[in-house]
Structure formats: C-alpha cells, structure tokens
C-alpha cells in the first residue's frame, strides 16, 4: 500500500477518501515514499493551538512569581495534548486508510483538543479541570474507536494488541475523573499515577505484536510538530516583543532578548535536525524511549516561548519577579531542550568525546548564563549558536580525516 496522500483511486476510479468505509488494515512497514498526510498536518496544527493556551498561562503564572504552580499545570495540561497527538501519530503511521469513517474520527478527536484548549485557563486560575478532562476523554474515546476498527479488521496476536489497546484507553479515562471529583491535594499524585499507567498501555498492547509504524513516516511526524512548536515559540516571543514596543517604548531594553531568544530557536532547529534519525528507529524498549521522551523536547521548546515572554515583561517592568528569575524561565527549559535531543538524537551520531560533551557542555553554560542579568538570554542564544557551530566543525574535521584514511589506504 502506498502512502495515504498518494493512494491510487479503486477500480471504480472513486479516490481512496471519497469511499465510505473501508477495512482499516495495517500497512507495510518497508512502504516508499511514505509521508505525512494533510490530515496529519491538519491535526498539528489544531493541538498547536492548545499548547499556545497552556504557554501563555505558564507565562502569567511565572510572570506573577507562582512558579511551582505554573509549572506543574503547565506539566499536567501538556502531557494530555502530547500524549494525545502521540498516541493518533502511531496509529496513523500503522493504519491510516485516509476514509471518510478514519477522516470523521480524526476531525473528532481534534475538536476534542479544541475542548481541551478552552479549558486551560480554568484549569490554571481556579484549578479547574472539568473541561480539560472533557476534552481529553473525546479525543480518548475516538482513539479507542480507531483500535476497535482495527481489531475488526486483524486476526491473532495483531487483533489481541489492537483490544488492549482500545482497553487500556477506556479504563484510563475513568482514573483521570480524579482529576475532577479528587480534591485538589491529591490530584498532583493522581496525575503521577495516571502518567504511568497510561505510559504502560502501549508497553503491555505490544508485548506480543508489534504494529506496523513507519521509521521515516514517524520521524517525519515528529519532526513537523518539533518545527510548529518551535514557530510558536517565535510568534509568542515577537508579539511579546511588539507589545513591548507599542506600549512602553523599550527597544533598546529588548534587543538582545529578541536577538538571544533568536539565536536559541535557531540553534533548537538546527540541533534536532542535524541527524537522520529515522535511521535509528527500530521497534523495543529503544523506541518507547525515544518516543515517550520527546515529552520533554516538546514541552522545553514550547517553554522556551513562554520564557522569552517572560523576559520581555519583567524587562518592561511588567512583571513581579527578579531578572535572574526572568532569564531563568529561558535558561532552564533550553538546556532541558539541549539535553534531552542530545541523549535521544545527537549521541548515537557523534565520534569521540569532543563531539559527546558539545550539547552537554552547552546546556550547562546556558545555566550559567542564567546569572548575567540583562545580557543573560544574548548570552545563552551565543552559547548556542556557538555550540552548532563547534559541532558542524568537528564533524567537518572527523569526515576529512575519515576522507584521508580511506585515501591513504587506497594508495
């Protein structure tokens, strides 16, 4: 079967997404040329939209000096749009059939995020999650819906993975209720727990069989969403920095936050696809990691914005916290973000150990950056940009010296 964006029309010459219903059979993982749908980028797209929801209350929550509260909602809200766009990324990559019953539940499970996204606010400001919940339980029960398809479809073990997983979906959404009737002390543990059972769900479905994702088709997916989080990162820094602009007149005092904030994302893109990773993309316990811990490349770089907004207003006097704080709120999640590509992306590639500690390194100078006061988020964006540009060296010097090996033993 060829990609979904490039099916061949039936016998009767009616295109793949204009039949009705059609078995939802798996697809080869060895396919050509197969890549993300318009759908799929469609689906991008609208989870975006709740992450700039749940970013720009984490901006007024650090903004305000609430920080281990902003953060921790900010860490609860984005796990379910995550975990949701993950969980239909896998699944499209094994079964997308692109017809009108997949198109119909998809389009669901999007107006779920957009539930979602109507209800952080709440969720942030008066703890809230009833919306929220309701959100994710739509795009729950349509994925839910999707495996139960799937297990029509499929026979044996493949029929069994598809069961449990719609299984485990469904019971996971009556835990998360504790989000809603548990009172609010208890919920930061609830939510811990439920983060670990709902990680275990696709650990235990696949224990038998292993469904048919595509390697390029998911590097590719989640290559798109890395770049669509990093473009909001510089939509929410340069409104930020506009606002500043129109209403206090301050450029001077934000250039080299505009100019460092620039530097950082170009130096994120730069590092996260630098590497074909999809290369390194083989199914066991690898591969979960690899999956599960973009968590953390997701979220960073999304709060890498949020932080950036942050310096903008406490560099107009519009928030109630110190500098260091402010630059903190940029510091910390980009070294996160420099960490987290090197140990699932940068380190399979590198030779030797100058090529090893260049992102470690990295991350740790931009904490001690953290400390310089106004010239602090310039100085990290250096940092970073300096760390592509000692990585591109050494690779540069490790591939003619490898170049003059395989000359000289030739000769």
């Known amino acids: 079967m060829t990609s979904s964006s490039s099916q061949p029309p039936a016998p009767s010459g009616v295109p793949a ?119 994710y339980v739509i795009m729950r029960l349509a994925m839910a819906a999707q495996w139960l398809r799937a297990a029509r479809a499929a026979e044996g073990a493949e029929r069994t993975t598809a069961l449990r997983y719609a299984l485990g979906v469904l019971l996971c959404q009556i835990g998360w209720l504790g989000l809603v009737l548990l009172p609010e002390p208890a919920r930061p543990w609830l939510f811990l727990v439920m983060v670990l059972v709902e990680l275990a769900v696709p650990v235990l479905a696949e224990k038998d069989f292993a469904t048919s994702w595509h390697p390029h088709h998911i590097a590719e997916r989640y290559g798109l969403f890395t770049i669509i989080v990093l473009g909001e990162t510089i939509a929410a820094a340069t409104v930020a920095v506009k606002t500043a602009v129109d209403e206090h007149d301050a450029l001077g005092e934000l250039l080299p936050i505009a100019a460092g904030g620039l530097l950082i994302v170009f130096a994120a893109w730069w590092i996260y696809f630098v590497v074909p990773i999809h290369g390194r993309l083989r199914y066991g316990g690898q591969i979960f990691l690899w999956g599960y811990g973009h968590y953390l490349i997701f979220a960073s770089a999304a709060a890498i914005g949020a932080g950036l907004e942050v310096a903008v207003e406490q560099a107009v006097g519009s928030a109630h916290i110190s500098t260091t704080a402010a630059s903190a709120a940029v510091t910390l999640p980009t070294a996160l973000y420099l960490l987290t590509v090197w140990a699932l992306h940068a380190r399979h590639f590198k030779v030797g150990i100058a090529q090893q500690l260049v992102l470690p390194v990295t991350a740790l100078l931009v904490i001690c950056c953290t400390f310089l006061g106004d010239w602090a988020v310039l100085a990290a964006g250096i940092v970073s940009g300096t760390a592509v540009a000692v990585g591109v060296t050494l690779t540069a010097r490790t591939a003619a010296r490898r170049s003059a090996q395989r000359a000289a033993t030739t000769t």
């Open 17 to 135: 997404h204009h039949r009705p219903l059609r078995r939802l059979t798996s697809r080869g993982r060895e396919e050509a040329h197969r890549v993300a749908s318009p759908l799929e980028l469609f689906f991008d797209l609208c989870f975006v939209v709740a992450i700039s929801q749940a970013g720009a209350q984490l901006v007024h929550f650090l903004a305000e000096g609430h920080a281990g509260q902003g953060i921790l909602n900010y860490a609860m809200v984005f796990f379910a749009i995550w975990w949701a766009w993950m969980n239909f990324s896998w699944f499209a990559s094994a079964y997308d059939n692109d017809d009108v019953l997949y198109r119909v539940v998809t389009l669901v499970q999007i107006a779920g995020v957009l539930v979602l996204a109507a209800g952080v606010s709440r969720a942030f400001d008066d703890h809230d999650f009833l919306v929220v919940w309701l959100g």
